[in-house]
């Protein structure tokens, strides 16, 4: 019997092995593909922002500074990890000057916004949660017709769903890491653009202030959980988009 006839005998044999280990390897390739086409990525992005780096000011002018307001509990407690990769390297390739403060608590990004100083631009990395405590810290500043417009806030997109940063950045189609530096290069090139901010009076007297949409009531609970009961990030995606 020749080789190619054996070889299929045996595979008829053992379909379930055989079944696995094609499901295995394809997966194996297309994560390795993935993680090429990533690398390559970062590596275009790498030199652009070198080239900012590179370029001269002025004697008289100090280097850019931004302050980063990191919640490291966003994306399944991913955020520090995924700033640090997609991120950090440009802004630092770029010459940019970075304080970096990693919030320990809810409402926190809303108490550092509200004295926040000695800085050019604030960056939230997180979800829209930070989002909007930032925003509502800076707008509840006795100060905020002027703090506005001195500290421009960049969004860094780590959290799970980032709506305001795709809906920014016409970015519904991209994924994280494309969407993190395409955000992180827009800071480093200046760019800036006016939204429209939504101001709800809440039941304390204070106002909270939304970009995209404000969830409150049952809806922010059912939504609080829903990666306590989906193990797949599809599936949790998935619940979420019918909530």
Known sequence: ??????????LGNHWKKSTL?????????????NKLEILSMMRAYCEESQKFGDGTIPSRLKPRHVTVILNPAAKDRKGTALFEKYAAPLLHL?????????????GQAKALM????????????GGDGTLLEAVTGLCRR??????????????????????FAKHLFWASHLDDA?????STMAVIKGDTKAVNIVSIQGESGKPVYALSRL??????????KIQKYWYWEIGRASCRERV
């Open 1 to 10: 019997m020749s080789r190619p006839l054996k070889l299929i005998k045996t």
């Open 21 to 33: 280990a094609i499901v295995v390897t394809g997966c194996g390739l297309n994560y390795g593909k």
């Open 94 to 106: 770029a010459g940019i000057r970075v304080s970096l403060i990693k919030t320990e608590h809810e």
């Open 114 to 125: 509200d004295v926040m100083d000695n800085t050019d631009a604030v960056l939230v990395a």
């Open 142 to 163: 006795s100060d905020s017709d002027v703090a506005v417009r001195r500290f421009p806030i960049g969004i860094i997109p780590i959290g799970r769903t980032n709506s």
């Open 178 to 182: 494309k969407l993190l530096a395409e």
């Open 215 to 224: 969830e409150c009531g049952i809806f922010r609970d059912v939504d609080a």
